[in-house]
T-cell receptor, first 116, second 113 residues
Framework: GAVVSQHPSWVICKSGTSVKIECRSL??????MFWYRQFPKQSLMLMAT?????????EQGVEKDKFLINHASLTLSTLTVTSAHPEDSSFYIC????????????FGSGTRLTVV | QKEVEQNSGPLSVPEGAIASLNCTYS??????FFWYRQYSGKSPELIMS????GDKEDGRFTAQLNKASQYVSLLIRDSQPSDSATYLC?????????????FGDGTTLTVKP
């Protein structure tokens, strides 16, 4: 079936540095991808909708200057956490709708970010 | 009121029993409904989608939708320990490619051997 590849799987970074997370749709094109954040034992929180060739749409309360999203091609979206702080430590997951999947999503494997 | 509500659980059933997971939603114009399974430390995976009132069966899974009651459920027959996970209900207003889904907080299911 369709696969959404997400890298890295985990990353540890120092406070104040930036981290880039990549999300790739394999064998299909995704004009829209979604970025979620999930804290331990909590549900998925939609951060933003990534649109190929245009600006991302951010959810209320998500800082667009801190969470930079780039969707430069039909198969790649990136999320950059800038000036990361310990409170940004979380599980970040991207998703896209794959062909033949009705209107549900295929999720990437997620990136566990730890800021120390 | 949350847009999508689920009992957080935990729900515990013995192996071989039927597990029943419930979800209610607030937006009457919602058209698409999904169940995702998320194992601890992993990302969610889509297991069922349903769009019309009634039941939809796929193997051991049955999704039930009642739009008048704004209620969607997931039944897991012959539950196995490998079914132990958090089940997320998701609702989408439009049957479109780009439209975003709204997720419930999830119900944690434990199937005891």
């Amino acid at each position: 079936g369709a696969v959404v590849s997400q890298h890295p799987s985990w990353v540890i970074c120092k406070s104040g540095t930036s981290v880039k997370i990549e999300c790739r749709s394999l064998d299909f094109q995704a004009t829209t991808m979604f970025w979620y954040r999930q804290f331990p034992k909590q549900s998925l929180m939609l951060m933003a909708t990534s649109n190929e060739g245009s600006k991302a749409t951010y959810e209320q309360g998500v800082e667009k200057d801190k969470f930079l999203i780039n969707h430069a091609s039909l198969t790649l979206s990136t999320l950059t956490v800038t000036s990361a702080h310990p409170e940004d430590s979380s599980f970040y997951i991207c998703s896209a709708r794959a062909p033949g999947q009705d209107y549900g999503y295929t999720f990437g494997s997620g990136t566990r970010l730890t800021v120390v | 009121q949350k847009e999508v509500e689920q009992n957080s659980g935990p729900l515990s059933v013995p192996e071989g029993a039927i597990a029943s997971l419930n979800c209610t939603y607030s937006d009457r114009v919602s058209q698409s409904f999904f169940w995702y399974r998320q194992y601890s430390g992993k990302s969610p995976e889509l297991i069922m989608s349903i769009y019309s009132n009634g039941d939809k069966e796929d193997g051991r899974f049955t999704a039930q939708l009642n739009k008048a009651s704004q209620y969607v459920s997931l039944l897991i027959r012959d539950s196995q320990p490998s079914d132990s996970a958090t089940y997320l209900c998701a609702v989408k207003v439009l049957n479109t490619n780009a439209g975003k889904s709204t997720f419930g907080d999830g119900t944690t299911l434990t199937v005891k051997p």
